[in-house]
């Protein structure tokens, strides 16, 4: 399985960025996806996902700012980032979690993007 990921930037408070992810080698299904941030000295956080069932969870500092999309066919998910804020600036990473089924016990795998640098000036 590999991601990459693209779009991040740099722009002022206020500003619009959209993050892209290609996803390929998913072979099995997938659990959840999204989108996850870091900065330095913090653990990651998860920004914006779609579960397993379809519905999409985001974090309570971007609600109303961020918007997370896909596109099936293409293997492609989204993070449309509004509004942005200083305090959202972080390497960026998209994640899926994949779950390949088995008789017995079901085989789960986290993979992740290799990072997109997003910084945001006040």
């Known amino acids: 399985v590999q991601l990459q990921a693209s779009g991040g930037g740099s722009v002022q408070a206020g500003g619009s960025l959209r993050l892209s992810c290609a996803a390929s080698?998913?072979?099995?299904?997938?659990?959840?996806m999204g989108w996850f941030r870091q900065t330095p000295g913090k653990a990651r956080e998860s920004v914006a996902r779609?579960?397993?069932?379809?519905?999409?969870n985001y974090a309570d500092s971007v609600k109303d700012r961020f918007t997370i999309s896909r596109d099936n066919a293409n293997n492609m998910i989204y993070l449309q980032m509004n509004s942005l804020k200083p305090e959202d600036t972080a390497v960026y990473y998209c994640?899926?979690?994949?779950?390949?089924?088995?008789?017995?016990?079901?085989?789960?795998?986290?993979?992740w993007g290799q990072g997109t640098q997003v910084t945001v000036s006040s």
């Open positions: 080698g998913i072979r099995h299904v997938i659990d959840d």
């Open positions: 779609f579960t397993k069932t379809g519905t999409t």
């Open positions: 994640h899926v979690k994949v779950r390949e089924v088995r008789a017995i016990l079901d085989d789960i795998a986290d993979y």
